[in-house]
């Protein structure tokens, strides 16, 4: 028994040490508070991207940057990515990182198909984004409705290895399993609607605690329908919703030039398509009120 | 409460604990509490159902003992089967049964509207029901005394580690231990981790990853050939791996608080026949059967076709034959009410009955030797892929257009090529330590006495349940049944 929780300690302390040596989603989320912080000592126009992975490969910042600029203002574009999140991973990092002192002018939230709906979250890297106690405590009687994923939620908090028990196994399983990224997909997709077969109705809580969180803190909010390939809708409801919580939605899904090929992998973007959306987004962005609010 | 979820672990925790502080008879009192709340955690309204079970063999045992003539005696066990049987054909087949009439009526031109029943499969209930059959008709044969004291026998049949899928234990075996006061051997606590933590694994970390493969397989309208075979070997260990790895977390729960109940699977793909395989498969469910079933089907069988011949095969062979066939389909039928599980029932009993014939057990005698026993090996799990495919297809004629598939279609898809690894990556490890015990012929000893073993085997159960969590949660396959 000894031996074994030996063995754990050590897997634990060594994928401390280099977790992010093996993994950038995890760069990343550890240069969250930098990215607060450099946000907060910036005089210029802030706006903050924050999103997914979507969001990380399709939002060029240069691009962005310079289309601002072009349109007449300068601004300190600065983005936030959690590879396979959705709007209640989102609403936490931005309620505990940029909702006070290191709060942009403008957050503009990219997604796709239902990830502005509440959906059924992975608890162990929820309760791995909590930066303290208050804020697991939240999870916990928010999003943990039972004993089960109140647990996973301490777990995830207290042990870095099972927060990111999934990203080894990708790891383990791109690197013994012929194909597994592309048969990955497909199973999580069947996991998904597996897992979201017990969502009865649509619910939006995370979304108007985002948008109450920016209002409170005199944010603009923008949310920003991304291109798939496939073509998606948006919820009829969600323009209501967006527009009582003060916020804009805005429409990107079609961008002119933007070709199916430009998906490297049938999702996101590569650095053509990148470029293209982010060129429209700012078009999108700089006509829209949330802008005009800020000037 | 799943037994693979945080919130049992916490109710057994409590459980262990006040098992411990209590006297003897405050043990058997507490543990029926908890039992009743632990099927509560489920639906409270379903636990009526047991307590009328219980109730049931409680007033047939003590009538049956009381009765004077045979004729009686047998009447009142009747009474209390045919009763038993009831409750489960109304909860498990009423609505395939009329359905079936229905359309039987329709065809030959009489319309029928039968009322429609519908209501929730008692989780556990083809388990509790065939426990407290079992109990009674032991009371009758006079195998066991029925119990003294009710509270007891509501335990027998209650007792939660076993409630909602087995093993299905006899009374002879279960009954005297929780009439008398338990000591906790000093190994109960190794034995019992070794079988909760491989239990877990199989369950958590075989059956629920390679569920989503079995799923994506036989939901797909057209699968090529690889596709089938993959994804019946990840059915085939998934289903392994769910009900295997409940038994062994039941047995192991029941160990921590002083119980020994069956075993009900032996690394049953190890085995070189159908015989073999169903000593080893959900073994108290094939022996209940052939005590209870099969072995009362010979008896009549063998009165009425004594010294009968046909096709130059004796009358002993018929009456095996017979006996088995309806065995199996009634066996197949326990599973579930659809014509895909009378089928898998009745392939099976096709096998028992084909390996059966004269010169093919010679064969099998002959052919001891270690070569020879893996390809034996190797077609019986291959026969009970087979009969997998039949189980799990959902109809009868896509289990055989699925099968057909794998002669038309070679198609290696990335499915194909993929699901296969993940099976030799989860199960695949589980497979050959058990097939290192098989060959030790033991079970835990051999892991108990090697350190070494010990630590790498544990390591490598609590790494897999850290680190490779499924997608997605299964409930246990039994569980419907």
Partial sequence: MIAVLTVLLAVEVGSRAIGSWLSQDVRNIRTIPRVALELSNSREYKVLF????????????????????????????????????????????????????????LLVVGFVDRQLEDL?????????????????????TVDAKDLDRRVELVLGYTFF????????????????????????????????????????????????????????????????????????????????????????????????????????????????????????????????AAWKHGS | MLFSSYTFWLFFVFVAILYRLLPFRAQNAMLLGASYIFYSHWDWRYASLILFSTVLAYAASHSIVRQASATRRRAVLTASVATHLALLGVFK?????????????????????????????????????????????DVYRRVTQPARNFLDLALFVSFFPLLLAGPIERSSHLLPQIENPRQLKPEAFAEGLHEIVFGLLKKVAIADNLAPIANAVFASANP??????????????????????????????????????????????????????????????????????????????????????????????????????????????????????????????????????????????VAARAAASMIQRVMMFHLVCFGWLLFRAGSVSRAFSMSGSVLQSVNATALAVSGAAMIAFYAGPVMVYEAWLDRQRATRGVAQRHPGIRVLSYAYCVLMLWFFPPLAGNEFIYFRF
């Avoid at chain 2, 065809?107 to 083809?126: T, W």
């Fill in chain 1, 50 to 105: 924050l999103g997914n992975s979507l969001t990380r490969v399709g939002v060029d910042e240069s691009v962005v940057s310079a289309e601002f600029a072009k349109r007449g203002r300068k601004a300190r574009v600065a983005r936030v990515y959690l590879d396979d999140t959705t709007i209640n991973t989102w609403q936490y990092v931005f309620r505990q990182h940029f909702a006070k002192e290191c709060r942009p002018d």
């Fill in chain 1, 120 to 140: 059924p979250a992975d608890y162990r890297r929820l309760g791995g984004i909590a930066v303290n106690l208050r804020m697991l405590w939240e999870m916990s």
């Fill in chain 1, 161 to 288: 290895s099972f927060s990111n028990a999934e990203r080894v196994r990708h790891r383990v399983l791109d690197a013994l399993v012929p194909g597994y990224r592309i048969i990955s997909r497909t199973l999580n997709e069947s996991a998904v609607r597996h897992r979201n077969s017990s969502v009865t109705g649509k619910s939006y809580f995370h979304l108007l605690r985002l948008m109450n969180a920016a209002r409170e803190n005199h944010v603009e909010v923008v949310l920003a329908a991304m291109p798939l390939p496939a073509q998606y809708s948006l919820e009829p409801e969600l323009n209501s919703i967006i527009a009582a919580g003060e916020a804009t939605l805005i429409d990107a899904r079609k961008v002119e030039g933007l070709r199916p090929q430009m998906f490297f992998d049938g999702f996101h973007l590569d650095r053509k398509g990148a470029a293209l959306f982010s060129r429209d987004l700012c078009r999108l962005l700089t006509t829209s």
């Fill in chain 2, 93 to 137: 087949y009423y609505g395939f049964f009329s359905g079936e009439l229905a359309r039987l009526l329709t065809v030959v031109g009489v319309p029928a509207s039968l009322p429609i029943l519908d209501v929730v499969l008692p989780v556990g209930i083809s388990f509790y029901t065939f426990q407290t059959m079992g109990y009674t008709i």
């Fill in chain 2, 224 to 365: 090529t050939g690889p596709e089938t075979i993959v994804g019946v070997y990840a059915f085939a260990f998934q289903i392994y791996g769910d009900f295997s790895g409940y038994s062994s977390i039941a047995r192991g729960v029941a160990l921590w608080i002083g119980f020994d109940v069956t075993q009900n699977f032996k690394m049953p793909y190890l085995a070189t026949s159908p015989a073999e395989f169903w000593s080893r498969w959900h073994i108290s469910l094939s022996t209940w059967l052939r005590d209870y079933l099969f072995l009362p089907l010979s008896f009549w069988f063998s009165r009425r076709l004594d010294g009968v011949q046909w096709l130059g095969l004796r009358d002993d062979f018929w009456i095996y034959g017979v006996a088995t066939w309806i065995t199996m389909l009634l066996a197949g039928l326990w599973h579930g009410a659809n014509w895909t599980f009378l089928v898998w029932g009745a392939f099976h009993g096709s096998l028992l009955i084909v390996y059966r014939l004269p010169g093919l057990g010679r064969r099998r005698r």
